[in-house]
Each structure stands twice: as C-alpha cells, then as structure tokens.
C-alpha cells in the first residue's frame, strides 16, 4: 500500500490574505490557522507574515526536536525576529493554532494548540484529537455576536467587543493557549502518538474546514474521510464553501465568518517500514 497526501488551503474571502498555511515534509505535515486581529496588534508585519515565518521556521527545525520543543524554539526564534521593530506585549500580537504530526517508523507523534483538529480514521472508528479550550472559552463571549446577521450594522462593533473579552483570556491559565510571543504556550499543547499499524488515514484541519462538522454538523468524520479518500482534499473544501453559501447571512449556522480561511492535509498511510510520506 502506497502513502499518498493531498492538501488543499483556501481564502475565505477573496480581498483578504488567507492567514492559513498547509505544510508538508518528507516524514512531517503541519497546518497553521492565523487568528484574526480585528483590533491592533502591535506588529509592523502582521499576521499572515507571522504564520509564514513560524512555518518556515518549523519546517527548518522539524527533524531535530520533539513536538513541544519544536514549537517552543520556533515561537521564541520568530519572537526575536520582530522584539525590537514591534510590541509583543501588545493583547492583539500576532498568533496561530497549530496542528503538527511526524511520522516515524513505527509510530505517530502529534501535538495540537488552538482549534485545530486532527483525526485518524482506524478501520473501524476516527479518533479525533481537538483543542476546545479556545472554543469553551469564547462559548459565552459568542452569544452576542450569535443574535446578530452577517449583514447587521452591528455585527463589527460586537465583534470587536468579543476579540477584547477573548485576547484578556489567551495565553492564560483561565482561557487558552495558541502560538504568539511566549514559548511556553508549547507546553499547553495537546501531544501524544499513535502506532501507525492501527491507523489508515489521517486528516489534519483548520476550524475553517472542520466546520462541516462542529459547526454545521452537516458530516461526520466518517463521510469526511470518504470525501477525503473519494475526491481529495479540495473537493471537501468545496463541500464546506457550497454549505456557507446556502447560509449567507450566517442565521441558520451563526459564526463569525460566512466563509472562513480553511485547511485540510490528508494522508493515506501505507505501511512500508520507511517511515517517510510517499506522494
């Protein structure tokens, strides 16, 4: 059995850079999901230079540390590139979820920090690791901004209102942890491994993505594989852009974004004993 990965990322608007990177190594993938500013950051360069450079700086690293080390190094390496043009201290600072895995001979190791979502399709169930401490935390503050249409004059206001509430909270023991300025948001990360005899397929997402099923709850990550397998990785994207345009004031499914920036890896494992992807 041959592995094969496919990915696909896509803006979730046309006039604005998609702040989503999808990353793909000989023996690693990675996604990153920048987070929306909607306040000032503090930062000369912004968020999709912030998510490209920790990128590069994870795939120039990746074979020499462990998951958590990895994430630390790279998140303090790109912290030192802009300390002294921008205000790291600032609430709004530039910051990604990620979701990173590395394939070894005979094991996967994983981590996942903010709402990403990782699954692996085992035959006969998916088990689905996700960071939901980003979600719990905002489930109150997303009330308000829930009553309102995307067409709403005061949909903006509210929003703002709500990434206030939310940056007070990130990166604290109260809140969540996601990848900014401060190295030890590594060690809040989800990680672990899995023996890759048990697993078939792996799929990796942005919550741009995932949404078909923990926001519209249209998919399982049964029939997301079965996408995944059937017609690749941008056929399931197109399945989530056709979903949000037959919701375009975002009543039936509230969220912040009609369409979000979104991000999926996908890899068949075959079970060669190399220990690398073969594409």
Known sequence: MTRHTDSAS???SLSVPNEDIA??????????DGLTARIETGCNHGVPWYVATLADTLSTYAADYTLEDLLRISIDHVADLHRDTCDLSAAGTPAAAIGLVRIHRDHLSYLVLGDVSLAFDLGSEVQVITDSRMRDANAALQVEVNLLAANSPHKEAALIRMKQAELAIRNTQEGYWV?????????HALTGEIAISNVLNVALLTDGAARCVDLFGTHTWSDVFKILEDGGAATLLQEVRAIERSDPLAQHWPRNKVSDDATVIFCHLGHDGQGVLST
Request: charged share 20%; net charge negative; hydrophobic share 55%.
């Open 10 to 12: 896509e803006p979730g």
């Open 179 to 187: 990848a900014a300025a401060q190295p030890e948001a590594a060690e």
């Open 23 to 32: 990353l793909l190594g000989p023996d690693f993938f990675i996604v990153l």
